[in-house]
């Protein structure tokens, strides 16, 4: 047991984070270290410069463009990229569709879409949550029928994030009406320019416009763009939900934060001292940082287990990261409005273009402060809520 | 000790009541907020015919004589309807002033103008350095012959953008947080030398940003320099009536989730069958019902004239407004889903409106050291 | 609505609060608010104080020795008792079989039994909850069969508080096994002197003797110690658990011991200052105040709206007395251990005598953090579990 | 980074839980418990014969050089039995003492004794006034000759009766709270002018309060005015210790808890089948992984020679542990109910010493206010 990183791995740190903060613009990655919305030229212009770099999809296999990177190594790939601020590469292509075609797809799929997603050529959505279904997915009732050597898809899909910026969507549908719940379900993909596909827009509470509503009004997209076996496309879905579990703590934008929050508690001023002299608000923020600290070192002994793992089988463990890491990155979002005081109550609409066009009223930060902390409730909600988690946990392993 | 309202008390609150359940739901209330004011001048008018524009103040002045306890029922029909209209502003913030600073002549002069819907006020006292501390003011008010001049920038004034008057704190002497030396004075919102930003909050009501350069003040209440223990009053004031407001946000929260979860269904049952989410709400009962007693508790303690008890309460109220607010606003959104984080959904407007209730007048944090400052609140 | 209380009300509490502090022995109220355990004869006396005043069973009707006070003026009562550190009556006597015995009993059973259990003559002990039944009482396997003019009773009971000092004890018994749960119990009076009755002490992780196991072992006690009807003994219980419900959340007691924390804190030390002056002591104790504080305002209101409830209906609203009354007093245990500091480590054993025969190791009250923070870990458990108490809100208020 | 043990590593796991597992059940060490001295000397001796006695000392003096790594490894299985013994006493305190403050000579003197089990050694350093405070010493020592002449009390000496020797912070110079000025002296426990009174501890263990009048010491550990540094180190090396501790005894109140829900039936059915109970069951999971891991951290930094980033690390992990612990606790006797609170059911056992752990050397809100101080932890 050496707790401690080897030479290597430091070295390995070193080179990701000299690149990072080197190839990645600062305009880009201040934008996301204040939490605010990055348009889709940054989103696709960042991914760009980390595919040249070989960077974009580590996770794949070698042959598509994948790296052979130890479980630790992947862990300081993202806890870099995370606290330097650099966009994570768009999910929806690098950790969900991607592996998904890469496992269950053809020769011919993989060929057409890997190299294109992982350069954000295309830009992919995710259609599986429905109104109604919730946490409960399986029970989606989005239809394909088979007609010829097409598909015909009806039915509403919700809270797709992005769906906005989307070129094609990837989509669950049920293909065996008869079957059981997770029997009969397929997973198709769609190009989002497809005839009868419309999308509109879902006002978060933040005024931001992140998540979208997808209606399939009798679209009509080719048999082929099934991947893998008609009415196995819940092996797809759990393979996919399955993956890149450590990186949803997102322990290194945790940090990036918590470090934000101390320099401003530095500037801000409560009377006649700088807020950071608060006896009371600096416990608060050592006791995120110690929450943190064990999430890190939780982190890394689950990473350390991975090795020994199969490929989509995550360790339930790592449900344990999705729990504490929402509520850290939750509580970053209270200290951080704490820190704006007042300042966090005037509402300055942000855009879609190239930041605002009015100044703010108070501090730039101040601004994010609500918004991300509205935003943010999403986190224990999403990608299986924290209930769901603890379901999961109390199963697989407690034994109940 | 009676918990039970009066006539007169049961009288006003069937009728506040029946106001929002008949013209503040959740549609109405986006297309007040999509008028020019960003409030509706319509609702306005009928506050003032219904009397509770003048609620507060003494019969002599065109008011009613109503204590914390009409207050209270008021707020907390506001809060349940996330009332737009610059009612606190106005009546509890200005109306405040002008009882406990004002002299009779400008109560005389003012009040009823208030009373009957025809004059807007704010108060401006938050600057960029102060945060939340009354008594430190940076703005300044000089000698003018007979008159002020005021200079300097205020912020997140509420209401200040459809203000007709602003009630701002200006120091005439003494160093910038010093208790003496602050004035509050009397400034018509359109007078030379005021400009003003207005804004939406983010719990959609208003606000602005307002500067003073050489800016004739109109009056001045009371002490030019000694307005500081009426100020902390009104303060006080305020808080208990937004503790009210809080409280009617957080019922209808709680009773919007205890509704959602009965009929909300996943895998294959209402949600509100699960019953570690059954406790949940129960722990959201608990801290309403708990807020609800403090609420009380500061509306029984904000008429004290002794300062430093009425202090003390208070701010124990504004402590378990902030946490039972905050947890009850949180566990709302939770337990609704992605549905409450939406615009169109009602659940999210109430969960902002608690945070920025928790932001007014003092944070917990702030609130909970005054407490702990104190020989105890037994 | 006027939330002060009248100038009737506030002389009610002066004369109360005068009594308690005048007639009740200062060395019985100072072991009660240090958290001590008192003796049998401490007990005895101040409970035959407060009856020789007609103040020991306010709550019994007037003919039994009861009081016509108003809701407020029982609430005075108990939080001014508290307050003082007066030892409420014994509650199995006054609040439990007392009550059962004026609701339900014969006038034959009223006229042996209550004047006696008022003043403590009979020391009565509570025989309800049974190894594996916990918080399903209704799940009791203690049985009594009617053989002729008796009931022969055999079984055992568990978690009899204080059944070492019992004269009798009143017992939930199965008459009838093959009626449904609560069907077929029926509540039976038995001296504690009938052959066939072991106690057997249980230790509590405090180093205490407060509960005891009670055998009964072909126990015969005569046909008429059946209070109410045959079978119907559930009715006693549920009347039984029903009264008092305000009581339950001991904010007089919490009152006490607060205040004795600030005084403790002020002359306790931390380097060169005063504990009461460190800011984060000051502010937890300030966080329970405000709850308490806000537990006092909810009790009133409850108190306030029951004129209008019928006996042994409670408002389902004291669940949240018990449930937070519970927290409360749990966290002014864990405020004192940490006054106590490193002293509240060596353990003292106390005995059923009159004090300690040795000294102790740091102030006098260190002592006792500990075992009473250990100790009331109960709180929550006993009388209906928390849980119990979340599932009745549930259910009874909010309608799931 | 390498989570896994090495083989020598695995031997000494392998070889202390079985230890545990064969000779530490709740009903062995209720017999350990009444014996004469509160614990086991069959015990100490097999530790002695295993090489624990003498694991973290250098192998010039008789032991096997072991690191943090292996402390944590038996400290977490000691946990996990409750063990009497004082092993933390004698090895952690006393050796650690010697190791950091000692000469090659005395370290060459005692400690090839203390790894043959024929010498204890306690910490005495607490006092009256002093709290957690490891530099407040009152205690003082005077030049008598060549030698040292102790007065004044100590408090809570863990294993303080039972110890052959005394280690004793006490005062040469400067007043009550300087850093200077402290020593550490060696005091044979017998020695004229010391007296002892021992006591059970709340968690079963044993201390005593010692009081020096004129007591000669043997010897004194490096600079007799500047020890504090040495003292400070050990203290972390300690907490380190206690955190494995903690969590051994953690780990096996969640797995008695997790067991107990899954045959105690109530209401018809096994308790562990409601939701809401196992819900509470996974976040004391939670808490005890977070605390598992603070606990590897405190392990990985407790060896740093930078005593800044020691501290902040180690109290770090020390509020962890107090955190996890209490709410680990606390909830392991909720869930089980009535039983919990009885002497004969081992959950309680543990929650008692959870409660003594979390005040040792530090409570949470001191340690809390060390990270608090510090630059941050990232």
């Given at each position: 047991?050496?707790?401690?990183?080897?030479?290597?791995?430091?070295?390995?740190?070193?080179?990701?984070?000299?690149?990072?903060?080197?190839?990645?613009?600062?305009?880009?990655?201040?934008?996301?270290?204040?939490?605010?919305?990055?348009?889709r030229q940054?989103?696709?212009a960042?991914?760009r410069i980390?595919?040249?770099k070989?960077w974009?999809v580590?996770?794949?296999?070698?042959?598509?463009g994948?790296?052979?990177?130890?479980?630790?190594?992947?862990?300081?790939?993202q806890?870099?990229m995370?606290?330097?601020g650099?966009?994570?590469?768009?999910?929806?292509?690098?950790?969900?569709?991607?592996?998904?075609?890469?496992?269950?797809?053809?020769?011919?799929?993989?060929?057409?879409?890997?190299?294109?997603?992982?350069n954000l050529d295309d830009?992919?959505c995710?259609?599986?949550?429905?109104p109604g279904?919730?946490?409960d997915?399986?029970?989606?009732?989005?239809?394909?029928e088979?007609?010829g050597?097409?598909w015909?898809?009806?039915?509403?899909?919700?809270?797709?994030?992005l769906?906005?910026?989307?070129?094609?969507?990837?989509?669950?549908?049920?293909?065996?009406p008869?079957?059981?719940?997770q029997?009969?379900?397929?997973?198709?993909?769609?190009?989002?320019?497809?005839?009868?596909?419309?999308?509109?827009?879902?006002?978060?509470?933040?005024?931001?416009?992140?998540?979208?509503?997808?209606?399939?009004?009798?679209?009509?997209v080719p048999?082929?763009?099934?991947?893998g076996?008609?009415?196995?496309?819940w092996d797809?879905?759990?393979f996919?939900?399955?993956?890149?579990r450590?990186?949803?703590?997102?322990?290194?934008?945790s940090?990036?934060?918590?470090?934000?929050?101390?320099?401003?508690?530095k500037?801000?001023?409560?009377?006649d001292?700088?807020?950071?002299?608060?006896?009371?608000?600096r416990?608060?923020?050592?006791a995120?940082?110690?929450?943190l600290?064990?999430?890190?070192?939780?982190?890394?002994r689950?990473v350390?287990?991975?090795?020994?793992?199969?490929?989509g089988?995550?360790?339930?463990?790592?449900?344990?990261?999705?729990?504490?890491?929402?509520?850290?990155?939750?509580?970053?979002?209270?200290?951080?409005?704490?820190?704006?005081?007042?300042?966090?109550?005037?509402?300055?609409?942000?855009?879609e273009?190239?930041?605002?066009?009015?100044?703010?009223?108070?501090p730039?930060?101040?601004?994010?402060?609500a918004?991300?902390?509205?935003?943010?409730?999403?986190?224990?909600?999403?990608?299986?809520?924290?209930?769901?988690?603890?379901n999961i946990?109390?199963?697989?392993?407690?034994?109940? | 000790?009676?918990?039970d309202f009066?006539?007169?008390?049961?009288?006003?609150?069937?009728?506040?009541?029946?106001?929002?359940?008949?013209?503040y739901?959740?549609?109405q209330?986006?297309?007040?907020?999509?008028?020019?004011?960003?409030?509706?001048?319509?609702?306005?008018?009928?506050?003032?015919?219904?009397?509770l524009?003048?609620?507060?103040?003494?019969?002599?002045?065109g008011?009613?004589?109503?204590?914390?306890?009409?207050?209270?029922?008021?707020?907390?029909?506001?809060?349940?309807?996330?009332?737009?209209?610059?009612?606190?502003?106005?009546?509890?913030l200005?109306?405040?002033?002008?009882?406990?600073?004002?002299?009779?002549?400008?109560?005389?002069?003012?009040l009823?103008?208030?009373?009957?819907?025809?004059?807007?006020?704010?108060?401006?006292?938050v600057?960029?350095?102060?945060?939340?501390?009354?008594?430190?003011?940076g703005?300044?008010?000089?000698?003018?012959?007979?008159?002020?001049?005021?200079?300097?920038?205020?912020?997140?004034?509420?209401?200040g953008?459809?203000?007709?008057k602003?009630?701002?704190?200006?120091?005439?002497?003494?160093?910038?947080?010093?208790p003496?030396?602050?004035?509050?004075?009397?400034?018509?919102?359109?007078?030379?030398?005021?400009?003003?930003?207005?804004?939406?909050?983010?719990?959609g009501?208003r606000?602005?940003?307002?500067?003073?350069?050489?800016?004739?003040?109109?009056?001045v209440?009371g002490?030019?320099?000694?307005?500081?223990p009426?100020?902390q009053?009104?303060?006080?004031?305020?808080?208990?009536?937004l503790?009210?407001?809080?409280v009617?946000?957080?019922?209808?929260?709680?009773?919007l989730?205890?509704?959602?979860?009965?009929?909300?269904?996943?895998?294959?049952?209402a949600?509100?069958?699960?019953?570690v989410l059954?406790?949940?709400?129960v722990?959201n009962f608990?801290?309403?019902?708990?807020a609800?007693?403090?609420?009380?508790?500061?509306?029984?303690?904000?008429?004290?004239?002794?300062?430093?008890?009425r202090?003390?309460a208070?701010?124990?109220?504004?402590?378990?407004?902030?946490?039972?607010?905050r947890?009850?606003?949180?566990?709302?959104?939770?337990?609704?889903?992605?549905?409450?984080?939406?615009?169109?959904?009602?659940?999210g407007?109430?969960?902002?409106?608690?945070?920025?209730?928790?932001?007014?007048f003092?944070?917990?944090?702030?609130?909970?050291a005054?407490?702990?400052?104190?020989?105890?609140?037994?």
């Amino acid at each position: 047991m050496d707790l401690k990183f080897t030479p290597e791995e430091h070295a390995f740190r070193e080179e990701v984070r000299h690149f990072f903060r080197t190839a990645v613009p600062e305009s880009i990655r201040r934008k996301v270290l204040e939490g605010q919305h990055l348009t889709r030229q940054e989103i696709v212009a960042s991914q760009r410069i980390l595919n040249e770099k070989g960077w974009a999809v580590p996770n794949w296999p070698v042959e598509w463009g994948g790296q052979t990177w130890t479980p630790v190594q992947v862990y300081l790939y993202q806890d870099e990229m995370q606290q330097a601020g650099v966009p994570a590469p768009l999910g929806f292509n690098t950790s969900m569709v991607g592996p998904v075609i890469a496992e269950f797809g053809s020769q011919a799929q993989k060929q057409r879409f890997l190299a294109r997603a992982a350069n954000l050529d295309d830009w992919w959505c995710q259609g599986f949550s429905e109104p109604g279904a919730g946490s409960d997915l399986a029970s989606l009732r989005t239809k394909a029928e088979r007609v010829g050597d097409t598909w015909v898809i009806n039915g509403q899909k919700t809270w797709t994030t992005l769906a906005q910026h989307a070129d094609w969507i990837f989509v669950l549908c049920r293909t065996n009406p008869t079957a059981k719940k997770q029997e009969g379900i397929s997973f198709i993909l769609c190009d989002m320019k497809t005839p009868g596909i419309k999308v509109r827009p879902i006002e978060t509470i933040d005024g931001g416009h992140e998540v979208n509503e997808v209606f399939f009004d009798d679209v009509v997209v080719p048999y082929e763009n099934l991947v893998g076996q008609e009415n196995k496309g819940w092996d797809c879905a759990k393979f996919l939900l399955g993956n890149e579990r450590t990186g949803i703590a997102r322990v290194g934008t945790s940090k990036a934060r918590l470090k934000r929050i101390r320099e401003l508690a530095k500037l801000e001023r409560v009377g006649d001292r700088p807020l950071i002299e608060d006896q009371k608000f600096r416990e608060k923020l050592a006791a995120v940082e110690i929450e943190l600290k064990a999430l890190e070192m939780t982190q890394l002994r689950i990473v350390a287990d991975e090795r020994g793992r199969q490929k989509g089988k995550p360790n339930p463990a790592s449900s344990i990261l999705k729990l504490k890491g929402s509520v850290i990155q939750q509580a970053t979002t209270e200290l951080m409005l704490e820190v704006a005081g007042p300042y966090a109550m005037p509402y300055v609409a942000s855009d879609e273009g190239d930041g605002r066009n009015e100044p703010g009223y108070g501090p730039d930060y101040a601004a994010g402060a609500a918004p991300t902390y509205f935003n943010w409730r999403k986190i224990s909600i999403y990608g299986g809520s924290n209930e769901i988690q603890r379901n999961i946990v109390a199963k697989a392993i407690l034994g109940f | 000790m009676d918990f039970d309202f009066s006539d007169d008390q049961r009288l006003l609150k069937d009728s506040v009541d029946r106001l929002i359940a008949d013209r503040y739901d959740f549609e109405q209330r986006k297309k007040y907020a999509n008028e020019p004011d960003g409030w509706s001048r319509d609702m306005w008018a009928r506050y003032a015919e219904l009397g509770l524009l003048g609620l507060p103040f003494p019969e002599a002045a065109g008011g009613f004589g109503g204590g914390p306890v009409e207050t209270m029922t008021v707020m907390e029909a506001f809060g349940r309807g996330l009332v737009l209209e610059p009612y606190f502003a106005t009546v509890t913030l200005g109306g405040g002033l002008l009882r406990h600073a004002g002299s009779e002549r400008q109560q005389a002069a003012l009040l009823p103008q208030v009373a009957a819907g025809e004059l807007k006020l704010a108060f401006a006292h938050v600057e960029r350095q102060s945060r939340y501390d009354l008594q430190d003011v940076g703005v300044t008010a000089t000698r003018d012959g007979a008159g002020w001049l005021l200079n300097g920038e205020k912020s997140v004034v509420l209401h200040g953008d459809s203000a007709d008057k602003l009630l701002v704190t200006a120091r005439t002497g003494g160093s910038r947080r010093d208790p003496g030396g602050i004035g509050v004075f009397l400034v018509d919102a359109t007078a030379g030398g005021v400009s003003r930003r207005g804004y939406p909050t983010q719990d959609g009501l208003r606000g602005a940003e307002v500067s003073f350069a050489n800016a004739r003040a109109e009056d001045v209440l009371g002490d030019p320099g000694g307005a500081l223990p009426a100020v902390q009053r009104v303060a006080d004031e305020a808080i208990a009536a937004l503790c009210a407001e809080a409280v009617g946000g957080m019922a209808a929260m709680h009773a919007l989730t205890v509704d959602y979860m009965k009929t909300r269904k996943q895998f294959g049952r209402a949600i509100g069958e699960f019953q570690v989410l059954q406790h949940r709400a129960v722990d959201n009962f608990v801290a309403l019902e708990q807020a609800r007693s403090m609420a009380m508790y500061a509306t029984m303690m904000a008429a004290s004239d002794d300062a430093a008890e009425r202090r003390q309460a208070v701010s124990a109220a504004k402590v378990q407004i902030g946490r039972s607010g905050r947890h009850i606003g949180q566990e709302a959104v939770q337990l609704h889903g992605g549905i409450a984080m939406t615009m169109e959904y009602k659940v999210g407007h109430y969960f902002k409106r608690m945070t920025m209730i928790e932001m007014l007048f003092g944070d917990t944090d702030q609130h909970l050291a005054v407490v702990a400052g104190g020989g105890g609140l037994f």
